[in-house]
Each structure stands twice: as structure tokens, then as C-alpha cells.
């Protein structure tokens, strides 16, 4: 019986040391696979992060596409035969052939539009400005701005900075205008004044020829009386 009895309780003692081994070795596994599955979700967010920005352009091509695979049905051959029922009637293989080539230089001109359109709007560029506002907006702890449900003030809070900065641009280009005319007036002074001083020059000269004359005709009859020619 103590036999037996002591048999027991070392199976009892090995079963809790198996199961406290295998308790460990579980925590063990679920903590590696909990840290390896944080470490893959560190990893993805920054390549999902990306991977949203670079989408953004795919999804406008994307919903082009779309948009120009819907417009395409409605250029269908039925409509087109209908169109030019008679060539239809006529020769349907070669109205086929019309269509499909109209069909294939409708969307290859589309096409070139709207890549002309990515290309000359910037888009790509803009999306990245996008994507820098959107994470400056989530690096700011500011709240952003929302409507108060007052429209005068909203209103007057978006154009307030609008008006002051022109305000700001007319005071600097008032301010520029009265420098000008200052100058302006400064060489129309001086102006003035030399042509004051060019008449007091002429009026001199005048009145010294005036005196000049005058002693002139004195002196010519005093030399040359006039009753000496009297006959």
C-alpha cells in the first residue's frame, strides 16, 4: 500500500512538472508569435501607409477607366448601325470594321487626354501635397477648424486674412506712390525755380539793354544836335 501510495504521488509530482513545462513552452510560443505578429504590423503599417498613397493615383486612373469603359458602351455597334442604317445594309462586315476602329481611336484619344490632364494639373504632384497636408494635419495638436453654423462669421473669418493681407500689399504700394510723387514734386520745385531764376536773368538783360539804348540815343544827340542840320 505505501508502495503503491508513493507511485502516486511521483506520477502526480511528473504530471505537474509536464504540465508546468508545457504551460511554459506555450507562453514562450505565444509570446514569440505575439512579438512576431506585432513586429509584421510595425512593418505593414508604414507599407500600408505608402502603399495609400500611392494609390490615390491608381484610383483616379481607376476611376477614368471606368468612367471611360461606360462612355464606350454608350458608343455601341447597335447605335453606330442605327446611325448609318443604310452602310449598314449595305455591308455590315465593313461597318463592323468602322466601328471597331472608330471605337479603338475614340479611346486612344481619350486616353491621351487624360494623361495630358494628369500631366499639365500636376496630379501626381498634388496628391503628394495632399498626402504632406494630411500628415502634417495628424502631427498637429491643434484641433481644425470647423464651421461655428454662423455663416456671417465663418465667412468673415475666411476672408479676414484674405482682406488684411491686401490691405497690407495697398498700404505698401500707397506708401511707394507718395515716395514718387515726393520726388516728383521735389524736381517740379526745382524746376519751378530755375525757370524763376532764367526770368530774372532775361528781365535783367532787358532792362540793362533798355538802359544801354537809353544812353545810347542821349549820347547820339548830344554829339549830333539837330539844329545843326537845320538848313
Not at 502631427?139 to 493681407?165: I, T
Not at 532775361?202 to 544836335?225: G, M, N, Q, Y
Request: net charge negative.
Amino acid at each position: 500500500m505505501e508502495e503503491s501510495e508513493i507511485a502516486t504521488q511521483k506520477e502526480s509530482v511528473g504530471n505537474i512538472c509536464v504540465k508546468d513545462s508545457v504551460e511554459n513552452q506555450t507562453k514562450e510560443a505565444t509570446g514569440d508569435i505575439s512579438s512576431q505578429m506585432s513586429n509584421r504590423e510595425t512593418v505593414s503599417k508604414p507599407s500600408e501607409e505608402t502603399e495609400g498613397r500611392y494609390n490615390r493615383l491608381k484610383l483616379f486612373d481607376k476611376v477614368m477607366q471606368k468612367s471611360l469603359e461606360k462612355f464606350i458602351e454608350h458608343a455601341s455597334f447597335n447605335r453606330f448601325a442605327s446611325t448609318f442604317r443604310p452602310l449598314y445594309k449595305k455591308n455590315p462586315q465593313r461597318m463592323e470594321s468602322i466601328h471597331k476602329q472608330f471605337i479603338e481611336e475614340l479611346r486612344r484619344t481619350i486616353q491621351e487626354d487624360i494623361s495630358r490632364l494628369i500631366e499639365e494639373g500636376r496630379l501626381e504632384f498634388k496628391l503628394n501635397e495632399l498626402d504632406r497636408l494630411e500628415s502634417a494635419a495628424k502631427n498637429n495638436p491643434e484641433a481644425a477648424w470647423r464651421p461655428s453654423g454662423v455663416p456671417d462669421h465663418d465667412l468673415c473669418s475666411f476672408l479676414m486674412p484674405y482682406y488684411q493681407k491686401q490691405e497690407a500689399y495697398m498700404r505698401l504700394e500707397l506708401k511707394k506712390i507718395q515716395i514718387e510723387n515726393a520726388s516728383l514734386a521735389q524736381k517740379v520745385q526745382a524746376g519751378r525755380e530755375s525757370i524763376a531764376q532764367t526770368e530774372h536773368r532775361i528781365s535783367t538783360a532787358v532792362d540793362e539793354w533798355k538802359a544801354s539804348v537809353t544812353e545810347f540815343e542821349r549820347l547820339a544827340s548830344s554829339l549830333c544836335p539837330a539844329d545843326v542840320f537845320d538848313v
